[in-house]
DNA sequence: TTACCGATTATGTTTATCGTAATAAAGGAG
DNA sequence: CTCCTTTATTACGATAAACATAATCGGTAA
């Protein structure tokens, strides 16, 4: 393996950006997903994402209506937030779900 | 199909843009790889980058190593260059391979 | 009280993306 | 020879994302 842990990190941040996006997605489908979780579930996968990522990244996902937020408003201004996929963000799903396997057969698979 | 044209774009701009960063690495193992051409061939598959984000990153690519430039030096300044993958390129290829391989296999084939 | 843990928020710096305009050389039409 | 189009890259300014770190807040245990 000729690769470093500087390419390591190239590759996180030219290119693997994308992937663990779709992760988030693909889990706020099967049940809520809260941030901090998030980054422990992804550092479990290899990806290292501060909270200085994360947490715009879900506002900006809950913006764009990919996500839906649900907070107890009885708790504090810093009580954990769940998010849930919306039906929008079940579309942009499913949308990524064909462009990945577009990019499997053609970069895995070497076909077409 | 609920997603609109910014949507779309979101999808492009917040997740996509891996995706085509690989093409370009795929292709510049197959043969050589030009700004433009490739600009044209990507605006095919429905991905419309800007000469301001793909010369960018052909030149980064090539300082991480990556791609290798060549330029007629007879030619003028404005000369077009040939990007080819190097072998640490062709490293970092085969890991994006198996990331997307277990990508694919989550969230396309929804399993483990 | 104090200390720690689960979580989010705030912030400042660096880097990437995008659109557009400028530049350069080469080839063809007249 | 000059003008125009085509093929390419380069330059630039504005916006936005990523990152690391520090601050905050509420709950629980010692």
Wanted: with cysteine; charged share 25%; glycine share 8%.
């Amino acid at each position: 393996m000729l690769l470093n842990k500087l390419d390591q990190k190239a590759i996180q941040r030219e290119i693997l950006l994308g992937f663990w996006k779709i992760h988030i997605l693909y889990h706020a489908a099967k049940g809520p997903v809260i941030g901090l979780e998030m980054m422990q579930e992804l550092a479990r996968h290899g990806y290292d994402i501060s909270p200085g990522t994360m947490y715009p990244l879900l506002a900006r996902l809950n913006k764009l209506g990919w996500l839906e937020c649900r907070q107890d408003k009885l708790a504090g201004p810093k009580a954990k937030k769940e998010y849930f996929l919306t039906a929008l963000g079940h579309e942009a799903l499913n949308f990524l779900k064909g462009q990945i396997e577009e990019l499997h057969r053609e970069v895995v698979l070497d076909r077409e």
